[in-house]
């Protein structure tokens, strides 16, 4: 069992940076592969960023491809989203997940843990 808890949300500036944190407990996260998704107010869950069990290899969204960086602290049981160069279209309700895949993967429907999500919100 994998227990998922997001922070570092907020109400940021166009061009502003945010990093938020998901903290994992349970003995197997070291072993998970875990991703970020978004849902936009009106808009599908939809998938952000996700790395593989150690972190060395990630697959990011067109959208954010060059402006996030996904990465995680094992030692911490920490996954953190880096985000620069905020847009207003990034205001979402932002979800750290857990796939017992050592593999990361991008469709939602693969990971079994999710948290409870944390606001960002970019104003222009």
């Known amino acids: 069992q994998v227990q998922l808890q997001e922070s570092g949300g907020g109400l940021v500036q166009t061009g502003d940076s945010l990093t938020l944190s998901c903290a994992a407990s349970?003995?197997?996260?070291?072993?998970?592969?875990m991703g970020w998704f978004r849902q936009a107010p009106g808009k599908e869950l939809e998938f952000v960023a996700a790395?593989?069990?150690?972190?060395?290899?990630?697959e990011y969204a067109a959208a954010v491809t060059g402006r996030f960086i996904i990465s995680r602290d094992t030692d911490k049981n920490t996954v953190f989203l880096q985000m620069s160069n905020l847009k207003p279209e990034d205001t979402a309700v932002y979800y750290c997940?857990?796939?017992?895949?050592?593999?990361?993967?991008?469709?939602?429907?693969?990971?079994?843990?999710w948290g409870q999500g944390t606001q960002v919100t970019v104003s222009s």
């Open positions: 790395c593989n069990w150690n972190g060395n290899d990630d």
């Open positions: 349970g003995r197997a996260f070291s072993s998970y592969a």
């Open positions: 997940a857990a796939d017992h895949s050592s593999d990361y993967r991008t469709n939602l429907n693969d990971y079994d843990y």
